[in-house]
C-alpha cells in the first residue's frame, strides 16, 4: 500500500496544491512549504555550508517595494519560513527549538518550524557540532557526549572494589583516610613489612598534604611549655 504525501495547511493559500515547483532554483525550493527532505549544499566547506543553511532557515519577511521590514509568518503555530501551520505535540522527537530572529542568536520568535525545515534545522545544528569538533582536534563522532546509564539496578548491584592501585591508595590516604591490608592470624615477617610500608606510605601522603594546607609544625620546646 502506498502512502502519499498530505502537503502541509498553509492559511490563505489559493490552492491546497504546495508540492514542489520544478522551476525553483536550490534556495527558494528549500524554503519552500513541501515535504520532508535531505538538504544537499551546494559548497563543500563546512563553514560556507553552515552560512548557506543560515539563510534558509532565516524567517520569512514582509516587502514593500522589494524592501523587508516586517517578519511575514511570526504567529503561534506557523513555520517562520514558509508559513505552514504547525501544532508539535510535546512528546514528539521532530519537535524544534524555539526559532530564532537570525538562527543562530537573537529573540525567540512566537512561531516555530514545520516537518521539512525542522530536518533542516536538524542539519544545521549536526553541521555546528561538526566544526565546532574540528576546531577542538576532534572527530565528530567523538564529539557527540555518550549518554550514561541512569538504570538504578546496575547502581546497587555494583559490586564493591577489592583491589586499589597506588595512586588511589596515596589520594585515600592525602583525604585522611587510614588504608590497612587484610589481617592474617599468623603473619610473617615479610607481610608484616608489606603492611607497614603501606602505613608509612599513608602517613607520608598525609603530611605532604597537611603541610601544603598550610599547618605548622610545632616544635618540641612547645610541646613542652603546652604540657
Known sequence: MSM???PPSLIGAQSA???ANPFLDRFSAARAAGAVMFYEFKNTKPKKQ??????ILMP???KFLKIPYRFKYNLKDRCVVCGSQKVWEAGDAM???LPLHKVRKGYPMRGTYCEKHAQIHRQYEMLEQQILAEEHGLSFSAYIPSAKSLNPVNLVTSSPMTTLKQADMQSLSSLGWSIHPPSSVSETKEE???RLIIENNGI???????LTEG????SSSEQEEVA
Open 60 to 62: 520569512e519577511k514582509k
Open 95 to 97: 519537535r524544534p527549538p
Open 204 to 210: 607520608n601522603e598525609r603530611i605532604k598534604t597537611l
Open 215 to 218: 599547618a605548622k609544625v610545632v
Open 4 to 6: 502519499q504525501f498530505q
Open 50 to 55: 553552515l552560512k548557506e543553511i543560515t539563510k
Open 192 to 194: 608484616e613489612l608489606f
Open 17 to 19: 496544491n504546495t508540492g
